[in-house]
Nanobody
Framework: QVQLVESGGGLVQAGGSLRLSCAAS??????MGWYRQAPGKQRELVAV???????DYADSVKGRFTISRDNANNTVYLQMNSLKPEDTAVYYC?????????WGQGTQVTVSS
């Protein structure tokens, strides 16, 4: 079983920045990433990074968010800049290890206008 501990969410004004972190209890993830779910909406991909460092982003966050991973510490980060009210959601860490996916408990990000 993989345990994921997320941190870094909070309340920020539009145009501000936040950095999310997700620390995993094990190593060897093929995919590490972030999803989000706003009230009344489906969970959606925000950004993922593979073991080779390749990244993919939702169109809505390209140019504003940056995902990175620290394999030595089994941690994935999401740097969020130029935040908008529509970025308000619960952000979930996701990792894939040996063809199994694991979710974090979620961290709330609220962007005020």
């Amino acid at each position: 079983q993989v345990q994921l501990v997320e941190s870094g969410g909070g309340l920020v004004q539009a145009g501000g920045s936040l950095r999310l972190s997700c620390a995993a209890s094990k190593s060897g993830f093929s995919i590490m990433g972030w999803y989000r779910q706003a009230p009344g909406k489906q969970r959606e991909l925000v950004a993922v990074v593979n073991a080779g460092g390749g990244t993919d982003y939702a169109d809505s966050v390209k140019g504003r968010f940056t995902i990175s991973r620290d394999n030595a510490n089994n941690t994935v980060y999401l740097q969020m800049n130029s935040l908008k009210p529509e970025d308000t959601a619960v952000y979930y860490c996701y990792v894939d290890r040996r063809a199994r996916g694991y979710w974090g408990q979620g961290t709330q990000v609220t962007v005020s206008s």
